[in-house]
């Protein structure tokens, strides 16, 4: 139940965390759980790393906002290197994913009115997609779930099948801004796009003069073994929407464009105040610091590798409970043919977090850092869990 003077729009289960150790939150109790879900693709490095704490201890120790009136060193050095190792040119800083996909959906649109052609105003998305829950991303998205009683209409954005490029050549129409996409379906199942769709879905961009977008608030930051997942396709896109574990648990977002697409946003078009702060950039520096270390990223796939083939062997070893093994690099979902919600609920029972994702999905996204230990040991609870099944 949820607590009595927060609104009851998340039905968290009875446990209450005191602190975080690496791979493990553990209990006022001390009951310790293996964490699995990193906070739904947040705690890239697990919990209190000493590099995040250090870096977030010493810029608070000197200042913590002065919003964007003023240069803040942190952000500019962070919007360097993430252009550096991407496809960018130039970063708005926000608070969150939500944010990151608003300010996509902005520049798609202020880009063609900029050119004068002030028709091109309407979004195309993915079935099952997710993008945040503001007014501008639940239509974007078009969840009929999320959309109920907020909005009447299409707000402007039309849907597509993920992965069929010729419902999208279909959609596309000379009022059509832009496409969004995940490169991997988080929320709707944790699905990568079908091999070559990407590259697809840019030769149809270029083709018709419509910007693409990207939205790796969950599949990117080293999720996949790269740091962004668009990188495992021979594409560049035009934005890309960034979070979750670009902050390592500290609440930042990122919209990331080239020059051509960004060139709209300029003073008075967008803004935020507490958006790129001393605190929020800091820490994101220092989660960069993690993930570009020479063979860091080598090593996720590795350990993709070897969790990915035990969890294919628990499902040869209990068809009754899981049937298959989807996703892409540590963001994966294992295919349920008992309830998903049972599942997961006996995971946490036995000490072990995860989540879900669709109808019957469990939904694994556990550290990037992780352990041979605590993989193993992970392994073993899903093992254990389902051999108890009955």
């Known amino acids: 139940m949820p607590h009595q003077t927060l609104m009851a729009t998340y039905a968290p289960p009875e446990i209450l965390f005191e602190r975080g150790e690496g791979s493990y939150l553990i209990t006022k109790e001390g009951e310790r759980y293996l964490d699995f879900i990193s906070g739904i693709a947040v705690t890239g490095f697990g919990h209190s790393h000493p590099h995040l704490v250090g870096a977030l201890k010493d810029q608070a120790d000197k200042y913590w906002h002065t919003s964007n009136m003023f240069r803040v060193e942190q952000g500019e050095q962070l919007a360097d290197r993430l252009c550096k190792h991407s496809f960018a040119d130039r970063v708005f800083f926000g608070n969150s994913g939500a944010e990151a996909v608003e300010a996509g959906l902005k520049i798609m649109r202020r880009y063609h009115y900029d050119r004068g052609d002030t028709k091109r105003t309407r979004i195309i998305g993915m079935e099952n997609a997710f993008h945040g829950r503001t007014i501008a991303t639940v239509a974007a998205a078009g969840n009929p779930s999320h959309i109920k009683g907020f909005f009447t209409g299409d707000l402007e954005c039309d849907h597509v099948p993920f992965g069929d490029i010729d419902a999208l ?222």
């Open 169 to 390: 050549r279909a959609a596309i129409s000379d009022e059509t801004a832009g496409v969004i996409l995940e490169p991997v379906q988080g929320e709707g199942g944790v699905l990568p796009a079908p091999k070559g769709y990407l590259e697809a879905v840019r030769a149809l961009c270029d083709e018709t003069g419509i910007l693409m977008m990207v939205d790796e608030i969950q599949c990117g930051m080293g999720r996949t073994g790269k740091l962004f997942a668009y990188e495992w396709s021979d594409i560049e896109p035009d934005i890309l929407s960034s979070a979750k574990g670009l902050g390592g648990g500290f609440p930042i977002g990122a919209c990331l464009a080239t020059e051509k697409a960004a060139a709209c946003m300029v003073i008075g078009t967008h803004g935020s105040t507490f958006g790129g702060n001393p605190l929020a950039t800091a820490v994101g520096n220092a989660v960069l610091d993690l993930l570009l270390e020479d063979g860091f990223l080598q090593q996720v796939q590795e350990t993709v590798e070897t969790l990915r083939q035990g969890l294919v062997e628990l499902t040869q070893k209990h068809p009754h409970v899981i049937s298959d093994v989807q996703g892409l690099g540590l963001m994966l979902g294992v295919k349920c043919v008992v309830p998903n919600t049972e599942l997961l609920a006996r995971l946490r029972d036995a000490r072990l977090l995860s989540g879900r994702a669709g109808t019957d999905i469990l939904r694994l996204l556990p550290p990037l850092n992780l352990s041979e230990e605590d993989l193993a040991k992970g392994l073993r609870i899903i093992d254990d869990v389902c051999t108890d099944w009955k």
